[in-house]
């Protein structure tokens, strides 16, 4: 059994990787330490907030120091989470050219109904 991770030590440890002009993204960051600081460690709802801060500053990571916090809050390697991101682009791509060809067909089909 793996050892159970601090969420303290992990928030700490993000947040010295994110460039200090990030304010928004730090203060919300700070504000979950503070919280996880006063959570049983057994309890999961500091990670579960965490990971929304994080889905909500960082929804699709690029940037280095992105994936960088994304891998220390995961523990994947950051070269899975490129992977990962590339192919959720791919696909999000794919759906978006799906998309414009129903819609054109859909508008070709109402011109020869006019």
Do not use: H
């Not at 050892?3 to 460039?19: E, F, G, K, S, T």
């Not at 120091?65 to 991101?85: C, D, G, R």
């Amino acid at each position: 059994m793996t050892p159970r991770r601090n969420c303290v030590a992990v928030i700490q440890v993000m947040m010295d990787m994110i460039p200090k002009d990030q304010t928004e993204f730090l203060k919300a960051l700070q504000w979950n330490l503070e919280d996880a600081a006063y959570k049983a460690p057994e309890e999961t709802l500091q990670w579960e907030r965490t990971a929304y801060t994080l889905s909500k500053y960082i929804p699709v990571p690029e940037q280095d120091w992105e994936l960088q916090v994304v891998s220390i809050f995961t523990t994947e390697p950051v070269e899975a989470i490129k992977a990962k991101v590339a192919e959720f682009l791919k696909l999000q791509q794919e759906g978006w050219k799906e998309l414009e060809d129903d819609i054109g067909e859909k508008i070709s089909d109402a011109k020869l109904i006019l």
